[in-house]
């Protein structure tokens, strides 16, 4: 199904099938006729057989996913040597794979891991040949966050994909399904074969800071319907998926990264609100479960956040949920999970609750050896570490690890951002722009009554591998539309002198299409649409990431939800904007009142068309 011919990291040559075999120590051979991922149940017997040999250091190792700083397993750029050598203690990937024996590594765009489909194919090999090429080596799990939306770390030439909310605004369980199928054939071309997506939190908090349009809404069997719908997308083509952020993160004012939130649902409103989700990903038969930092003192009162909680991870998660798959924690450099223990207590005794994987803890030695010494003195049993271990096996040889570990650059060609997934990719967003206010049916716009168009607003940093800023890239799409559209950029934060400057060249357009970002009642994004409406020029406001921004302008006489700044979101509500397609999507969240938050200004469900 995917090439493994060369796709070597320089001028080594990759190894063969046989040698790959050979280099596991010849019980990993069996494995090679384990089929197609996902196909059948893999031979416990042999993987546990492949445990029994390890030694206790290659067991702590292979309970750890790691990041790591390079294009290259080998021969990265100086400074990302010199990154490595500060953070972990190693030059290169291969190194930290040989030093620690880590059974995954985590794609960062950030960490230079991701140029390019190529690169990455060939990063991914470099990191197989380092591992498989050690005594009882085995394949390494490699893993990236790739949401789509506003988190994705490959970015163009890949297909890129509208985010979690804007698949809710669209509502079709098989643009989710066709979303994670396109997109896991793409990553897994790649050699990353674990993806941390979906996003299962029932995002029901307009002011959340770190999930909103990474959730796919606010009722719960939506969202369930379509978590269960992307799962079967990925692991259809070979990508395990990762619902997270297990028991939810969906009801929080506080960042996980940078803080300790507590949910104060009950359990009956967990059972009711955040747990469908969870459940409908195990039904599907989720691969991974992610956990979050928080705290939630109906299900754990203890204090402790949901990644160290074995009332949450075992009692719930593994035993009232029936789930056996593996549990892999966020990442142990965020804030909420060091707040109440130290860095080196904090994977001992995540292991105790039940997790299976630690995801980048900030100083690796310090964990891997904490680890090891709880083992050693009692606190964690051998027998423990083996229960993770093979899950994390079994994980490996569904995914066809074992068999077939390395990628081609010929799969790439063939995959990755093909004329077919980029059309795919804009016909779902087509279905998923939001049309909220078109007051005097202002839209569409017409080429003969609004030809010049002006296009300002806020530029905020480009997601991942899109071209950017918003204002540029909806300005070239309405010009290609046939309007003749200049982009001002005025910011997240307009300056009273960037408004003056919007306001006149505003006199000089026929209309106005104005990309706010999170305004909130004192904003100076509000005051900007206010003095644009004043100039009497028809002002279209498209809010480019939370939906709630159409509360805080009740001026604007047009306003449109694209969840996201994304070049796929944004031409998508050019063509809305210009007539080319309708819009069609309904908003999977309630937007209250600015005045009155107690009240729905618009409710789940809601949205116009021409």
Not at 169 to 195: F, P, T, V
Request: charged fraction near 20%; proline fraction near 6%.
């Amino acid at each position: 199904m995917h090439d493994t011919g060369t796709g070597s990291t320089g001028n080594t040559a990759q190894p063969s099938r046989r040698t790959v075999l050979a280099a596991t120590a010849g019980v990993t051979a069996a494995l090679a006729a384990a089929g197609p991922a996902h196909a059948a149940a893999p031979d416990d017997s042999r993987l546990r057989a492949i445990v029994s040999r390890m030694t206790l250091q290659e067991k702590v190792g292979q309970l750890f996913v790691m990041r790591v700083y390079g294009h290259s397993a080998t021969a990265p750029d100086q400074a990302d040597v010199d990154a490595n050598l500060k953070e972990i203690g190693v030059r290169t990937a291969a190194e930290l794979v040989a030093k620690y024996r880590v059974g995954g590594i985590i794609y960062f765009t950030w960490a230079h891991n991701t140029r390019d489909p190529h690169q990455i194919a060939d990063l991914s090999n470099g990191i197989q040949r380092a591992s498989l090429g050690l005594p009882r080596g085995l394949p390494v799990l490699i893993s990236t966050d790739q949401e789509h939306g506003i988190v994705a770390r490959v970015g163009k030439p890949a297909t890129l994909f509208p985010g979690a909310m804007a698949l809710g605004a669209g509502g079709s369980r098989s643009d989710a399904r066709a979303l994670g199928r396109i997109a896991g054939a793409e990553l897994r071309a790649m050699g990353i074969r674990q993806d941390y997506s979906p996003v299962a939190d029932v995002n029901v908090n307009p002011a959340n800071p770190v999930i909103g349009v990474r959730s796919f809404g606010a009722d719960p069997r939506a969202v369930s319907a379509l978590v269960a719908a992307e799962v079967a997308g990925y692991q259809g083509s070979g990508v395990a998926a990762t619902a997270k952020h297990f028991p939810g993160h969906g009801d929080t004012n506080v960042d996980s990264h940078t803080g300790f939130p507590t949910i104060t649902h009950s359990r009956e409103l967990w059972e009711k609100l955040d747990a469908p989700p969870f459940r409908a990903a195990i039904a599907a038969g989720i691969d991974s479960i992610m956990t979050a930092h928080l705290m939630v003192p109906a299900l754990d009162d203890s204090g402790d956040p949901a990644t160290l909680s074995r009332p949450i991870l075992t009692g719930i998660l593994r035993e009232q949920l029936g789930y056996d798959g593996v549990v892999v924690t966020d990442s142990l450099g965020m804030e909420g999970v060091r707040t109440k223990y130290g860095d080196a207590r904090v994977p001992v005794l995540a292991l105790k609750a039940g997790v299976d994987q630690l995801l980048n803890p900030p100083d690796l030695d310090l964990a891997w050896n904490a680890v090891l010494t709880a083992v050693r003195e009692g606190e964690l049993t051998e027998a423990r570490l083996d229960e993770s271990i093979l899950r994390v096996l079994r994980l490996k040889s569904r995914l066809g690890l074992f068999r077939s570990p390395y990628v081609g650059q010929g799969g790439v060609d063939r995959t990755v951002g093909t004329r077919s997934h980029l059309a795919a990719a804009d016909r779902i967003a087509e279905r998923t722009t939001t049309l909220l206010v078109n007051e005097g049916r202002l839209l569409p716009l017409s080429r003969r009554r609004h030809p010049k168009v002006l296009v300002v607003g806020a530029d905020p940093a480009s997601p991942s591998g899109t071209t950017g800023p918003p204002t540029g890239v909806l300005a070239g799409a309405l010009n290609e539309l046939g309007f003749t559209a200049t982009a001002l950029s005025t910011g997240t934060t307009p300056s009273a002198a960037a408004i003056a400057k919007a306001v006149a060249a505003a006199r000089d357009a026929d209309a106005v299409v104005a990309a706010t970002y999170n305004v909130t009642a004192s904003s100076s994004q509000k005051a900007l649409v206010e003095q644009l409406v004043a100039t009497g020029r028809p002002v279209v406001a498209v809010a480019i990431r939370n939906p709630y921004d159409v509360a805080q302008l009740p001026s604007a006489p047009a306003c449109l939800a694209a969840y996201s700044w994304t070049d796929v979101e944004l031409r998508a509500a050019a063509r809305v904007i210009a007539g080319r397609v309708k819009p069609r999507g309904k908003l999977p969240v309630a937007v209250q009142r600015a005045d009155d938050p107690e009240q729905v200004l618009y409710p789940i469900g809601y949205g116009l068309s021409y």
